[in-house]
């Protein structure tokens, strides 16, 4: 399967990561199947920002009020690896819940796809997804 993303969100989402700097910018992507509608950007308030990400449970919470309401699904999170790879890293993998969220890792000017490996209540690792530019 492939995703979708608008060449405007890839943009918005390559945006935050650079203005977080040294820091994880995370938040949450909003959806219906294989297209992302929307990204939302959350605080990260994890303690060290720098090398983790913690999304906002105020951010969280929220999507999932508007969810009820109606609102557009929440399809997955994205964040960003400062100094690293577009790829998950083993404390991703170690802090993914096991659920079938889409991952988007954002890393120098790139921007990948992954879907959590789950086995029982755990995640095993990430597999990678297509994910296509629209617009």
Request: aromatic share 6%; charged share 20%; with cysteine.
């Amino acid at each position: 399967m492939a995703l979708h993303l608008s060449s405007s969100d890839w943009r918005q989402l390559l945006d935050w990561a650079k203005m977080a700097g040294d820091h994880e910018c995370c938040g949450l992507l909003r959806g219906n199947g294989d297209r992302i509608l929307a990204v939302e950007l959350a605080q990260n308030v994890a303690a060290n920002p720098a090398r983790h990400f913690e999304i906002d449970p105020a951010a969280l919470i929220s999507a999932a009020k508007d969810v009820r309401r109606g609102g557009i699904p929440v399809l997955g999170f994205f964040h960003s690896h400062p100094n690293g790879m577009p790829m998950p890293s083993p404390t991703d993998i170690a802090q993914a819940a096991p659920e079938p969220h889409i991952w988007l890792i954002i890393a120098a000017d790139g921007i990948t796809a992954w879907q959590p490996e789950v086995d029982g209540a755990q995640v095993t690792g990430f597999t990678p997804m297509a994910l296509m530019k629209e617009g």
